[in-house]
């Protein structure tokens, strides 16, 4: 299966992704990963069974400059809408300034995140995604966001437990707030293509945990059909 990887943002090096997806390649994957945003040309995803995308408005970690102009989200949108498949991942659901048509298209949009903590990942259901996934831990960035399409299919439930002092939650929540499930994977349809997205992400251990391996193998193969 070919699948266009792009990542690479201020936040979240290249090689968090790339080394993340590497053991994939022995389970029939072939990357091609793009980390410059200037690289993109919409004819590319037309080329590619499935799209990866861990990367946020970021022209690359050196560059801040925004890349995800309104062409650029249209073409996401047809190929996605035409048969294509579209993994969201972690930095991928963090919106820009103007990037309201992939939000809605990813279906959901990030809000905030405590401070990194352990955050457990627990499948809900039976699904092609959550086969053969337990549950898992890891320090991450539990990202709380805000799901907007309707069709979204809540796969996973994260977990993290309460940080700091009670008398701050509301004053400094990035280090101080309680203990938070929110919805961390889900998928939906777009057309006659599919969608999946995933929180967790930020660490390189997390990417790497077997459980989570064996989510982007079989959110991949969901989200191509195959």
Same mark, same amino acid.
């Given at each position: 299966?070919?699948? !266009?990887?792009? &990542?690479?943002?201020?936040?979240?090096?290249?090689?968090?992704?790339?080394?993340?997806?590497?053991?994939? $390649?022995?389970?029939?994957?072939?990357?091609?990963?793009?980390?410059?945003?200037?690289?993109?040309?919409? $004819?590319?995803? %037309?080329?590619?069974?499935?799209?990866?995308?861990?990367?946020?408005?970021?022209?690359?970690?050196?560059?801040?400059?925004?890349?995800?102009?309104?062409?650029? /989200?249209?073409?996401?949108?047809?190929?996605?809408?035409? *048969?294509?498949?579209?993994?969201?991942?972690?930095?991928?659901?963090?919106?820009?300034?103007?990037?309201?048509?992939?939000?809605? !298209?990813?279906?959901?949009?990030?809000?905030?995140?405590?401070?990194? &903590?352990?955050?457990?990942?627990?499948?809900?259901?039976?699904?092609?995604?959550? @086969? *053969?996934?337990? $549950?898992?831990? @890891?320090?991450?960035?539990?990202?709380?966001?805000?799901?907007?399409?309707?069709?979204?299919?809540?796969?996973?439930?994260?977990?993290? %437990?309460? /940080?700091?002092?009670?008398?701050?939650? *509301?004053?400094? %929540?990035?280090?101080?707030?309680?203990?938070?499930?929110?919805?961390?994977?889900?998928?939906?349809? @777009?057309?006659? *293509?599919?969608?999946? $997205?995933?929180?967790?992400?930020?660490?390189?251990?997390?990417?790497?945990?077997?459980?989570?391996?064996?989510?982007?193998?079989?959110? !991949?193969?969901?989200?191509?059909?195959?």
């Amino acid at each position: 299966m070919r699948v !266009l990887l792009l &990542c690479d943002d201020y936040w979240h090096p290249a090689a968090v992704a790339a080394e993340g997806v590497r053991p994939l $390649a022995s389970r029939g994957f072939d990357f091609t990963a793009l980390t410059h945003a200037g690289d993109f040309r919409a $004819a590319l995803l %037309p080329q590619y069974d499935a799209v990866l995308l861990a990367k946020s408005d970021n022209t690359s970690r050196e560059d801040k400059t925004p890349w995800k102009t309104e062409e650029t /989200q249209r073409a996401f949108a047809d190929y996605v809408s035409g *048969g294509g498949g579209l993994l969201a991942v972690h930095s991928a659901l963090v919106p820009g300034k103007d990037t309201g048509i992939l939000d809605t !298209l990813i279906g959901c949009r990030f809000v905030t995140h405590p401070r990194e &903590c352990p955050v457990t990942a627990q499948p809900l259901k039976p699904h092609p995604v959550t @086969e *053969g996934v337990g $549950a898992f831990r @890891e320090t991450d960035e539990h990202y709380i966001i805000e799901v907007l399409a309707p069709d979204a299919d809540i796969l996973f439930a994260s977990y993290s %437990p309460p /940080q700091g002092s009670p008398e701050k939650y *509301g004053s400094e %929540p990035y280090d101080n707030c309680p203990g938070r499930v929110c919805a961390c994977g889900f998928t939906r349809r @777009e057309g006659k *293509g599919r969608v999946c $997205a995933l929180t967790p992400g930020h660490f390189p251990a997390v990417w790497q945990n077997p459980h989570f391996q064996r989510t982007l193998e079989n959110a !991949l193969r969901w989200v191509s059909g195959a």
